[in-house]
């Protein structure tokens, strides 16, 4: 059982769990960040995972092309590529797990309800010299096997209920860039999905059931080169570039390519919806899916540089996606 899994079973979470074997086979670390990105580097080759209740997103590669900095990081590598919020991050292990005759090495972090935020796992071609000169430099003064957590008091979002929809579209029209999206609905005091059900088809459109796994199944026919973004409260990790493998397992999707793995629960998605943004270099177009209780599962964009226009094959694509009617859209 996953270490993930095992915690929620023992309701525990899962920095308490792995906490439980500091002196054995975990040592804790200090997480701070930048020093991490700083070092990372050396060590080479690596898988670097990020996670959420719903999808598992796995990137094999090198930390390089860092951007340090206090309330957000970079690193900006052709594998590796994660945008990171370092006061978010609160616990931090190296741990160790005999494998047979081989030692599974991992560097874990988690914020302060002891949920995961990112954790990077060594592999054959790893630099163990420079993983232990790393781990050595952000060891922790307590190694007690106890840490501190607070309750998950992650707020229900609550919208302004005054916000209409022609409020809305009229700062959406004026959007220039993507990254401008998140501050529209902050200074409006609505939610995502909110804003999704009140911009109107001209923005927005939902989706139906089938619409994820259509689309991936389609990028990995036409070979088209996309972005998928999977975050953690502290770390939004992103593959940039094909997808070739794509196969069902259960309730799963998986893409198992060379550099790339996804895990991603399609029975976790609640609503889907198909997002067109404004931008100086003319829309760029979006493919999101959220939960039950309307959190941000995942979310894919086709492969575009800034200054780009975007790729036509991929507005075909997310455009061509089964949707559901206005009047039945929930």
Known sequence: ????????????????????????????????????????????????????DSAVHEKIGVYDKVVTGEHSAMVLGADIDLRI?????????????????????????????????????????????????LVASLEA?????????????????????????????????????????????RTLKISRRRAMH????????????????????????????????????????????????VAPMGPWINVFDETFHLHLRLDHIHETWAVRKPTKDGHVTSVEAYDAAGQLVIQFFGKRHEGEGERGDWRSLAERLPRIPCSTAA
């Open 85 to 133: 919020f370092p006061k978010v991050w609160a616990h931090g292990f190296a741990v160790e797990k005999r494998d047979g005759e081989d030692i599974r090495r991992s560097l874990q972090f988690f914020d302060a309800t002891g949920e995961a935020v990112h954790k990077v796992h060594l592999r054959a071609g790893s630099n163990l010299y420079a993983y232990q000169k």
């Open 1 to 52: 059982m996953r270490e993930r899994d095992l915690a929620a079973k023992l309701g525990i979470s899962e920095a308490e769990l792995v906490a439980a074997h500091c002196g054995e086979s975990a040592l804790r670390i200090e997480p701070r960040v930048n020093d991490l990105l700083a070092g990372l580097e050396a060590v080479g080759e690596v898988m670097a995972l990020t996670r959420n």
């Open 198 to 245: 009140l911009a109107g088809p001209e923005f927005a459109w939902q989706l139906d059931s089938t619409a994820v796994s259509g689309l991936m199944n389609g990028a990995a026919e036409s070979g088209q080169p996309i972005m998928c973004f999977v975050g953690s409260r502290g770390c939004i990790q992103i593959h940039s570039g094909p997808i070739r493998s």
């Open 141 to 185: 003064a307590d190694q007690s096997p106890v840490v501190a957590v607070r309750a998950d008091l992650r707020a229900v979002e609550t919208d302004d209920e005054s916000v209409s929809p022609e409020m809305l579209r009229e700062r959406w029209t004026k959007l220039t860039d993507t990254h401008q999206f998140f501050g529209m609905l």
